[in-house]
């Protein structure tokens, strides 16, 4: 199992400085969310030639690798060139991947809850485009569900993975989703066991239940929006204990895929840069005693 850091919250330090922060908070691995200088949100990739190059010299340096990109692109509609552009975008991305030698690409479907249906069948068409590629350059993709999002849903999501019949394409969980995933109840357990031997990838950080009675207060009342954190493990109100307990029940630590290898375990804390250097080692401490017994 690769243990990785999500770098969203020091994206603003330069590659090389990024990629030594990493490495004095006891990480390994890095995992690679959208950076305007690489692989921004919805828009074509930036990695330019010497971005990748001081990138490959500051992991040889300081020992680290990059466990999986993140990326987000509206390759589910509901908007058709749109929909064309990304799969451009997943083309260069995927290329990008294999000159750095990264085999792992996370992502989310990224369509639109008002139009699940018209997304949905954009998302298989863009599957069917993507997948050989995929399956030729030896790229598992994990995928996600994300709050407001044309599906939401843990066991709905899973059954599109799933559908593909692909040991190229698999099922990510993030906890800080997880009371989306199941409209409220936060069933870790549950959820977990259902993806099943498809689950490659969990990603850690805590949130509130924005399903409870005043939870968050956001005006006006009944807006077309979702919110969530991803604030450190305690401070909201995801089940831990029994995330990790299941983990270790599934042998997750242990897992192994025909593609892409090793399971990831991502510390996914955004929003409160001022407390990362104590949270990324404490997260990174947990997960090892909860999962390498370390």
């Known amino acids: 199992m690769k243990v990785a850091f999500d ?3 020091i994206k603003e330090l330069p590659i090389t400085d990024m990629v030594r922060q990493v490495s004095e908070w006891g ?5 690679q969310s959208p950076h305007p200088r690489i692989n921004p949100f919805y828009t074509h990739p ?33 908007d058709e060139l749109r929909r064309q552009a990304a799969v451009k975008n997943w083309k260069r991305i995927i290329e990008i991947a294999v000159d750095m030698g990264v085999q792992v690409i996370n992502t989310e479907l990224s369509g639109t809850p008002d139009e699940p249906e018209i997304c949905e069948e954009m998302w298989y068409r863009s599957m069917e485009e993507l997948l050989p590629i995929i399956e030729r350059e030896g790229i598992r993709v994990e995928i996600q569900s994300h709050p407001w999002d044309f599906c939401e849903l843990n066991d709905q999501t899973a059954d599109m993975v799933k559908s593909l019949h692909s040991d190229n394409v698999t099922y990510l969980y993030s906890a800080p989703h997880t009371f989306f995933y199941d409209k409220g109840k936060g069933d870790v357990e549950r959820m977990l066991k259902y993806a099943g031997s498809d689950l490659s990838h969990v990603l850690l950080a805590d949130t509130m239940n924005h399903t409870l009675n005043c939870r968050y207060i956001v005006n006006p009342p009944g807006v077309n929006a979702t919110i969530h954190q991803h604030v450190g493990l305690g ?38 840069p001022e407390k990362m250097n104590v949270q990324a080692v404490e997260t990174r401490e947990r997960i090892e005693r909860e999962l390498l017994r370390k």
């Not at 990138?55 to 690798?65: C, H, I, P, S, T």
Request: glycine share 8%; net charge negative.
């Open 235 to 272: 401070e909201g109100e995801v089940d831990f204990d029994t995330l990790f307990r299941t983990l270790r029940e599934m042998d997750f630590a242990n897992k192994r895929f025909n593609v892409g290898g090793d399971t990831i375990i991502t510390a996914s804390l955004f929003g409160y």
């Open 46 to 78: 930036k990695a330019s030639r010497e971005i990748m190059t001081e990138y490959k010299n500051a992991l040889r340096n300081y020992g680290v690798e990059i466990s999986s990109f993140i990326v987000v692109y509206r390759w589910s509609g509901p």
């Open 27 to 31: 990480y390994k691995y890095i995992e």
């Open 7 to 9: 770098v969203d919250v």
